[in-house]
């Protein structure tokens, strides 16, 4: 389970919260630690937690409550204690608890419960969550420019042309662009002008009206008329033919048109964000590219870098795009430092599509394992760490160590006072097999084979365990 951070509200003399700070730092987790009447008294504005566990023995606990959720709308609550012990609270304070963590506790609860909170927040994040992963992902300077332009231009009508290799994530940006325009609430319609040949990009434009070429059984809409009150995303549109050049060209002017062999002038409301990877300056002195629809296209221009060069966005990058596939439940897998620092050398020339690509490969060969220098590919090896020199980069990679695990050590150290060897395994051991379980769909067979273990044997221990299996859950 990865590690979160947490929030802990500790009563007067509160044993039970000290000692699940311990627990909760032992497993790995961030812990900010704040007592009850400084939380009463104070702001708190950060709303990174994955939780707030409160102390039950607090006084004024409902008044309390209301206001932290207040401040930390999206930060789930966790009351600590007993609950038949505490004082009654209102039944509008108890909805806004998520949990009661009776104490004492043990480390196989403690991760249900957390593990529980991962799985709500998945269900109330939507597809919201799935567009912040797919979120420009970087502190370069240059990301930081395009940041910028993106936040100054997403709120006006004005037509943006986005530039940039291929791969470098111009659907990214023109999809950001939309979502923070007043428009958001219309329709997002990208078409791929390259991709749809050119006697038949008119009509997936425009649309056509029955019986306008052989085939047209039926009206059809254009995607002009489908992003109607929203954005209409081009995409490279430098591959678009010459005389859709010319149609394109008078929608921006005049916007109108008219569906393919119908004369009914239909007014469109749609904003224009076009897109390609193409030099349309040089385009335009080969004659391959108008020079008017350039003009109107080149508005508010964005050109995104390619990553060779903001190669200190990688180490990020890499972590952004794991976190995307675990959360879209397609497994997982860790990086060591060295093996980053391989990656961070190398000049992707498919940039961060082609980074995607390989991280989703590694995730297949090594599911939930951790990858070294020596399991990447051949053409990564005979790089040298030497050649880098970035501070930037070797400070993230460094932080990124402090959290990667290495294929010796399930833990970074022993604590203090020791550990029962035999509780902690059984523990790992148990988690790992939830674990399985969640990203298999409950699916025993599936969560074997990810474990490389005997689906027998993954019976017994999940009984030894007291997990239940898709089916048994599915009756009960």
Request: hydrophobic share 40%; charged share 25%; net charge negative.
């Amino acid at each position: 389970m990865m590690a979160q951070k947490i929030l802990l509200v500790l009563g007067v003399d509160d044993e039970a919260c000290q000692s699940l700070k311990l627990l909760l730092e032992f497993m790995g987790h961030e812990i900010v630690e704040i007592d009850f009447q400084t939380a009463k008294s104070q702001v708190l504005e950060d709303d990174s937690y994955s939780a707030t566990f409160v102390s039950e023995s607090c006084d004024g606990l409902g008044a309390f409550i209301n206001g932290l959720v207040k401040q930390l709308p999206n930060t789930p609550i966790i009351l600590v204690g007993d609950k038949e012990k505490r004082a009654k609270l209102s039944s509008s304070v108890e909805e806004k608890i998520f949990s009661v963590l009776k104490w004492p506790t043990n480390q196989i609860l403690l991760s249900e419960l957390l593990l529980n909170l991962k799985k709500q927040k998945r269900k109330q994040s939507g597809q919201r969550a799935n567009e912040l992963f797919r979120s420009l992902s970087g502190n370069s300077r240059a990301i930081q420019i395009v940041r910028k332009l993106l936040m100054q231009v997403a709120d006006s009508e004005a037509t943006v042309l986005i530039l940039g290799e291929s791969g470098t994530g111009k659907e990214v940006v023109a999809r950001n662009l939309h979502y923070h325009s007043f428009r958001k609430s219309g329709p997002f319609v990208p078409v791929n002008c390259g991709a749809i040949p050119g006697e038949l990009l008119e009509s997936e434009l425009f649309g056509h009206e029955k019986g306008a070429f052989t085939g047209a059984l039926s009206a059809r809409k254009g995607r002009f008329e489908m992003a109607e009150g929203g954005t209409l995303f081009l995409d490279e549109i430098g591959d678009m033919p010459l005389n859709m050049q010319v149609k394109i060209l008078r929608v921006l002017q005049e916007r109108t048109f008219e569906r393919v062999g119908g004369n009914k002038t239909i007014e469109c409301n749609v904003r224009i964000i076009a897109a390609t990877h193409r030099d349309l300056e040089l385009e335009i002195t080969e004659n391959r590219f108008r020079e008017d629809l350039f003009y109107r296209l080149n508005v508010f221009p964005i050109e995104l870098p390619a990553l060779r060069e903001r190669i200190e966005d990688i180490p990020v990058l890499i972590n952004d795009l794991i976190s995307r596939l675990e959360h879209e439940k397609r497994g997982s897998v860790r990086l060591t430092p060295s093996a980053v620092m391989a990656l961070c050398q190398h000049g992707w020339p498919g940039n961060v599509r082609e980074l995607a690509n390989f991280i989703e490969r590694l995730i297949i060969l090594f599911p939930y394992g951790v990858v070294d220098r020596g399991d990447l590919p051949e053409k990564f090896q005979h790089l040298d760490d030497r050649q880098l020199d970035i501070p930037d980069i070797t400070m993230i990679v460094s932080e990124m160590a402090e959290h990667t695990p290495t294929r010796q050590s399930a833990i970074d150290h022993l604590p203090a006072g020791g550990l029962d060897l035999k509780e902690h395994l059984s523990s790992l051991e148990s988690s790992l097999i939830q674990q399985a379980l969640e990203e298999c769909d409950g699916v025993v067979a599936h969560a074997a084979k990810t474990l490389r273990m005997r689906r027998t044997t993954l019976v017994e221990k999940m009984r030894k365990y007291g997990l239940q299996r898709q089916d048994e859950a599915s009756t009960t």
